[in-house]
């Protein structure tokens, strides 16, 4: 959302698009819909939403997959290329602050990085800063937005999962169980 907000902001006028994986939390969706509507108002601006099919969970839990460190392809496979595919030759700004320089410089090193802009680490701003500058359009600064069923959450956000949807909370555990039924591995990535 800073992303955007700092572009448009400066002048910069360019598809905004949510990469929709099928698993983000609720509260993502909610504050997109809130999202949609300022933009719409400040600039006259609209959201593209592009889905993957099937969506993510579904894929996981079919293939008896849990997210994993080492399995990186949700990025990739859910929003990278579903928008390099609907925008193929238009340059993709992509919301990685000064603190993630390491992912920065895996997509520099990419074979399509002329294809990369990363605006909010060029001005300098971190996630604090984003939050900042969220606040001065009169907007509240969002969750951090993942999957529901991310292994790279915190064990407070497993903990704030369980408590407020507690019914997404069984579906994430569930993913671990098939992955036991189909691999035979006990991989436990929820941490709880």
Known sequence: MAMTLLLYS??????????????????????????????????????????KQPPLYDYLHEKGFT????????TDRWKVRPIKKAFPDAVTYLGYT??????????RRAKD???????LAEAGMNRADCGKFIKRFGLPVPQRSNCFFCALQTKEQWE????LHPDLFRKARE?????????????RYIKL
């Open 67 to 74: 997210p994993s460190f080492r399995l990186k392809m949700c």
């Open 10 to 51: 400066m002048g910069e006028r360019c598809p905004i698009v949510f990469a929709d994986t099928g698993g983000e939390w609720p509260e993502t969706y909610s504050y997109l819909e809130r999202f949609k509507e300022f933009i719409w108002k400040e600039w006259g601006a609209k959201i593209t939403t592009l889905r």
């Open 113 to 119: 990085a002329l294809f990369y802009s990363f605006p």
């Open 98 to 107: 000064v603190e993630e320089e390491k992912r920065i410089e895996r997509k």
């Open 175 to 187: 993913l671990e169980r098939r992955h036991r039924e189909i691999r035979g591995v006990d991989y």
């Open 160 to 163: 704030l999962l369980k408590r």
